[in-house]
């Protein structure tokens, strides 16, 4: 049986690289350590704490979700080893990092801007030993979307593998390269035997396996993440008394 019922999660913030190079940056994928410092420092000032996508879930579970908001970070380049623990761990904060399973060490090939470095394995395994967790984000940053069986199954199932090989723990975190899913998909994710998935975009409330996130941009401020967070709190509001 599959359980698509909604999830009224809190929000869930996406972040990609953490970074404070000023290499041209046109998918504004890149957000300054600095700021990412600021953004923490506000949650803390809210009384919210930001925690891993399994932390969350978790707490879910237990009816206490409250007060917790969803960190994640994807690509796994190495600047999240480098500039985002770091300032997570200062603030008593986790998050998921959603690593390239098939592109360990290797670079962004998969945008046509700028490339960046990718997280080896190792440096793969200094994070989940920093308390951080680890998701998949595919093999290759598969559009997944329409993908055949096979490419399903090498993407999704084979990417956590890899990981489970590296870290020598379960991976239950997945996330959709470019937000690209359908129903094969999300159902693929289930039978690998992920825990949730998210999606990219914060249109809609979804089930554990499609779940919606509010991108940051390079150029967010506070009164930006206070607007994003009211925003996904309201959606779940206008949905509950719909
Ligand atoms: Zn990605």
Not at 48 to 55: A, H
Not at 135 to 143: E, K, Y
Not at 147 to 152: F, Q, V
Not at 185 to 206: K, L, N
Request: with cysteine; glycine share 10%.
């Amino acid at each position: 049986m599959t359980d698509r019922t909604r999830m009224n999660l809190p929000p869930i913030l996406m972040y990609h690289s953490i970074s404070p190079s000023t290499v041209p940056d046109p998918h504004r994928l890149r957000v300054h350590p600095e700021r990412l410092e600021r953004h923490l420092r506000l949650l803390r000032r809210l009384g919210l704490r930001g925690v891993s996508l399994g932390e969350l879930l978790l707490a879910e579970a237990r009816g206490a979700a409250r007060g917790l908001v969803g960190l994640t970070f994807d690509d796994g380049y190495t600047d999240f080893l480098e500039h985002a623990v770091p300032v997570l761990q200062r603030h008593g904060m986790t998050g998921t990092v959603y690593v390239v399973a098939g592109r360990l060490g290797g670079e962004n090939e998969w945008d046509d801007g700028p490339r960046f470095q990718l997280m080896a394995a190792d440096q793969v395994r200094a994070v989940a030993a920093a308390g951080q967790e680890v998701g998949s984000h595919t093999l290759s940053h598969a559009r997944l979307a329409g993908a055949d069986p096979a490419t399903l199954t090498a993407e999704i199932s084979d990417s956590r593998r890899v990981l489970e090989d590296v870290l020598q723990t379960e991976v239950r975190s997945f996330c959709y390269p470019y937000g690209s899913y359908d129903q094969a998909a999300a159902d693929a994710v289930r039978a690998a035997g992920y825990d949730h998935a998210c999606v990219t975009g914060d249109y809609d409330p979804g089930d554990r396996f499609t779940l919606p996130r509010c991108y940051v941009s390079p150029r967010d401020g506070r009164p930006h993440i206070v607007a994003r967070m009211a925003r996904h709190h309201l959606r779940l509001r206008s949905r509950a008394g719909a």
